[in-house]
């Protein structure tokens, strides 16, 4: 299969993503693209995880930067006996998975799968970092693939030159999305939402896009609701970090208040991403609260008395009520029905 991050910007080429090689891992730091292109070098899974943590890479970037940490892993245990190894392999998995408490389920499921496949490699004698990197890379390019799928299905609602207005970073769909774009001749401008405190929508979102030739502007946080009626914005959409079988959106917080004005403004919200059976309801999520120093400070600037505080949780809840459909690979299905995606798999 050739590589399916073929045209996509050089935020998402695979290795700007994150990239096992020769015991390091590097990954892109989303922190500062794109006024500066650096990488971190991780030496160590722990350092692949504070990177995850400290938001070096976000959105999908952790579930590879998790997958890749878990080759640097076996690489680091290679010569340690069998046991040892598995023993700390398992460690590796468990902090790889709980670098950030949101999204942990998703991060078990794809650091389980890198265990299996390291352990099946070690009961053959292979090599187990080469392994693991082998599951990562074709993890990506599923990834990708099943997006280009979903994209198809987004696209759809779009009109051919209607105007779009995105929330955060959602790294994937949005390459996938453009590349659909092109290839039905539509030519959407596009909205972002800035983001704060890493301001994602205003570096990644709209750099992504304007990299891939399309119109992009960018906007304060307490602009959507007027900016989407001044310029007629005719669709609005989002990915999400959990996404409930109670039809609950978890998505970087803003959302929930865009989604808000978007349904007063009779403009409908799309989300993109599968529903998770991890969480059959909403209350089975934990909110992360982050350093609210994230919130009181911009670029590294206190801008508020010493004496004041702020809050800083990374994401909102929208409610069901609130979106017009999911889109999925499979689909888009009503957010009231999520149980249909899984029609026809087996128990």
């Known amino acids: 299969m050739e590589r399916q991050d073929m ?8 290795e700007n993503i994150a990239w096992y090689e020769n015991g390091v891992v590097r990954i892109l730091d989303r922190r500062v693209y794109p006024y500066r292109k650096e990488h971190v070098t991780c030496s160590t899974y722990e350092d692949v995880a504070a990177a995850i943590r400290d938001m070096v890479t976000q959105s999908a970037g952790p579930y590879t930067a998790a997958a890749m940490g878990m080759a640097l892993a076996a690489h680091q245990c290679g010569d340690r006996p069998a046991a040892a190894q598995l023993e700390f392999l ?23 799968m890198s265990l299996a496949v390291i352990k099946d490699a070690l009961e053959k004698g292979q090599g187990t970092a080469d ?16 997006y280009k799928r979903v994209a198809e299905h987004l696209v759809r609602q779009f009109p051919e030159n209607g105007a779009v207005m995105t929330m955060c970073f959602a790294e994937t769909i949005i390459g996938t999305m453009l590349l659909e774009c ?29 990299d891939m030739g399309f119109e992009v502007h960018v906007i304060c946080d307490n602009m959507p609701g007027y ?7 005719d669709v609005f959409t989002s990915a999400a970090d959990v996404i409930t079988m109670d039809g609950h959106v978890v998505n970087k917080i803003g959302t929930f208040q865009i989604a808000l004005a978007a349904r007063y403004l009779g403009i409908p919200y799309f989300v993109t991403g599968s529903p998770s059976k991890s969480h059959p309801t909403v209350d089975t999520v934990t909110i992360e609260e982050r ?57």
């Open 7 to 14: 045209g996509m910007a050089y935020l998402l080429k695979y």
């Open 182 to 210: 092109l290839k039905k001749g539509k030519t959407p401008r596009f909205i972002c939402p800035e983001t704060r405190p890493y301001l994602q929508g205003a570096r990644l979102t709209a750099s992504v896009i304007a």
């Open 90 to 112: 398992e460690k590796a998995a468990y902090v790889l998975s709980h670098a950030r408490p949101t999204t942990s389920a998703k991060m078990q499921a794809i650091t389980g």
């Open 291 to 347: 350093d609210y120093s994230q919130v009181t400070d911009v670029m590294g600037v206190r801008v508020v008395e010493e004496n004041v505080g702020a809050y800083y949780p990374a994401f909102d809840i929208v409610p069901p009520k609130l979106c017009d459909g999911v889109v999925t690979h499979k689909g888009v299905f009503p957010p009231y029905g999520l149980y249909g995606f899984f029609e026809g798999e087996e128990k």
């Open 131 to 146: 392994a693991a990197f082998r599951y990562a890379y074709e993890a990506l390019q599923k990834r990708y693939a099943a």
């Open 227 to 233: 900016i989407m009626k001044r310029e007629k914005v």
